[in-house]
Nanobody
Protein backbone atom coordinates (compact mmCIF):
# COMPACT_ATOMS: atom_id res chain seq x y z
CA UNK A 1 0.00 0.00 0.00
CA UNK A 2 1.43 3.34 -1.07
CA UNK A 3 2.23 5.71 1.78
CA UNK A 4 2.57 9.44 1.16
CA UNK A 5 4.01 12.26 3.26
CA UNK A 6 3.59 15.93 2.34
CA UNK A 7 6.01 18.65 3.37
CA UNK A 8 6.85 22.25 2.56
CA UNK A 9 3.81 24.06 3.91
CA UNK A 10 4.47 27.42 5.54
CA UNK A 11 3.24 30.95 6.18
CA UNK A 12 3.91 33.15 3.15
CA UNK A 13 2.94 36.66 2.10
CA UNK A 14 0.58 37.29 -0.83
CA UNK A 15 2.50 37.12 -4.08
CA UNK A 16 5.02 34.72 -2.61
CA UNK A 17 5.97 31.19 -3.61
CA UNK A 18 6.16 27.77 -2.00
CA UNK A 19 7.07 24.29 -3.17
CA UNK A 20 5.28 21.34 -1.64
CA UNK A 21 6.73 17.84 -1.77
CA UNK A 22 4.94 14.51 -1.63
CA UNK A 23 7.29 11.64 -0.83
CA UNK A 24 6.19 8.06 -1.37
CA UNK A 25 7.18 4.89 0.45
CA UNK A 26 6.04 1.24 0.58
CA UNK A 27 5.54 1.31 -3.21
CA UNK A 28 6.85 2.85 -6.40
CA UNK A 29 5.42 6.24 -7.34
CA UNK A 30 5.77 5.42 -11.03
CA UNK A 31 2.72 3.14 -10.86
CA UNK A 32 0.41 5.90 -9.61
CA UNK A 33 -1.32 8.99 -10.79
CA UNK A 34 -0.81 11.68 -8.14
CA UNK A 35 -3.40 14.25 -7.23
CA UNK A 36 -2.97 17.41 -5.19
CA UNK A 37 -6.01 18.51 -3.19
CA UNK A 38 -6.69 21.22 -0.62
CA UNK A 39 -9.22 21.94 2.08
CA UNK A 40 -9.80 25.38 3.52
CA UNK A 41 -11.55 25.86 6.89
CA UNK A 42 -15.29 25.39 6.54
CA UNK A 43 -15.03 24.29 2.92
CA UNK A 44 -15.08 20.99 1.07
CA UNK A 45 -11.88 19.45 -0.15
CA UNK A 46 -11.18 20.41 -3.75
CA UNK A 47 -8.84 19.17 -6.46
CA UNK A 48 -5.86 21.33 -7.39
CA UNK A 49 -3.71 19.35 -9.83
CA UNK A 50 -3.44 15.85 -11.30
CA UNK A 51 -0.14 14.38 -12.42
CA UNK A 52 -0.74 11.45 -14.75
CA UNK A 53 1.51 8.42 -14.82
CA UNK A 54 2.97 9.27 -18.21
CA UNK A 55 2.21 10.70 -21.59
CA UNK A 56 0.00 13.62 -20.55
CA UNK A 57 0.54 17.07 -19.15
CA UNK A 58 -0.87 17.66 -15.65
CA UNK A 59 -4.42 18.91 -15.23
CA UNK A 60 -5.14 21.97 -13.07
CA UNK A 61 -8.12 23.53 -11.38
CA UNK A 62 -9.14 26.78 -13.03
CA UNK A 63 -8.37 28.73 -9.86
CA UNK A 64 -4.66 27.78 -9.91
CA UNK A 65 -3.91 27.40 -13.63
CA UNK A 66 -0.96 29.56 -14.62
CA UNK A 67 0.20 29.94 -11.01
CA UNK A 68 0.77 26.34 -9.88
CA UNK A 69 2.99 23.72 -11.51
CA UNK A 70 2.74 20.03 -10.65
CA UNK A 71 5.54 17.62 -11.43
CA UNK A 72 7.01 14.28 -10.42
CA UNK A 73 10.47 12.78 -10.10
CA UNK A 74 10.01 9.03 -10.17
CA UNK A 75 13.69 8.43 -9.46
CA UNK A 76 13.25 10.24 -6.14
CA UNK A 77 9.78 8.75 -5.56
CA UNK A 78 8.54 12.29 -5.03
CA UNK A 79 5.90 14.59 -6.52
CA UNK A 80 5.91 18.36 -6.27
CA UNK A 81 3.54 21.29 -6.35
CA UNK A 82 5.24 24.60 -7.15
CA UNK A 83 2.97 27.47 -6.14
CA UNK A 84 3.66 31.00 -7.35
CA UNK A 85 1.82 34.30 -6.94
CA UNK A 86 0.02 32.93 -3.91
CA UNK A 87 -3.23 34.54 -2.81
CA UNK A 88 -4.99 34.54 0.58
CA UNK A 89 -7.66 32.28 -0.91
CA UNK A 90 -4.98 29.62 -1.44
CA UNK A 91 -4.83 29.18 2.34
CA UNK A 92 -5.67 25.55 3.10
CA UNK A 93 -4.33 22.18 4.16
CA UNK A 94 -2.82 20.61 1.07
CA UNK A 95 -2.92 16.85 0.50
CA UNK A 96 -1.38 14.55 -2.07
CA UNK A 97 -3.05 11.28 -3.00
CA UNK A 98 -2.28 8.32 -5.24
CA UNK A 99 -4.44 6.36 -7.63
CA UNK A 100 -3.84 3.28 -9.76
CA UNK A 101 -6.83 4.34 -11.83
CA UNK A 102 -7.59 7.49 -13.76
CA UNK A 103 -6.16 10.65 -12.24
CA UNK A 104 -9.11 13.03 -12.17
CA UNK A 105 -9.78 16.01 -9.94
CA UNK A 106 -13.49 15.26 -10.19
CA UNK A 107 -13.33 11.77 -8.70
CA UNK A 108 -11.61 11.88 -5.31
CA UNK A 109 -12.92 8.41 -4.53
CA UNK A 110 -10.46 7.06 -7.14
CA UNK A 111 -7.60 7.91 -4.79
CA UNK A 112 -6.89 5.17 -2.26
CA UNK A 113 -3.74 6.52 -0.62
CA UNK A 114 -3.66 9.90 1.09
CA UNK A 115 -1.02 11.84 2.99
CA UNK A 116 -1.65 13.61 6.28
CA UNK A 117 -1.59 17.11 4.77
CA UNK A 118 0.58 20.20 5.11
CA UNK A 119 -0.67 23.67 6.07
CA UNK A 120 -0.25 26.58 3.65
CA UNK A 121 -1.18 30.02 4.98
CA UNK A 122 -1.07 33.09 2.75
CA UNK A 123 -1.30 36.25 4.79
CA UNK A 124 0.41 39.61 5.25
Amino acid sequence: QLQLVESGGDLVQPGGSLRLSCTASKSTLDYYGIGWFRQAPGKEREGVACIHRRGRDPDYAHSVKGRFTASRDNAKNTAYLEMDNLKPEDTAVYYCAGTLGTCSLLFQHNFGSWGQGTQVTVSS
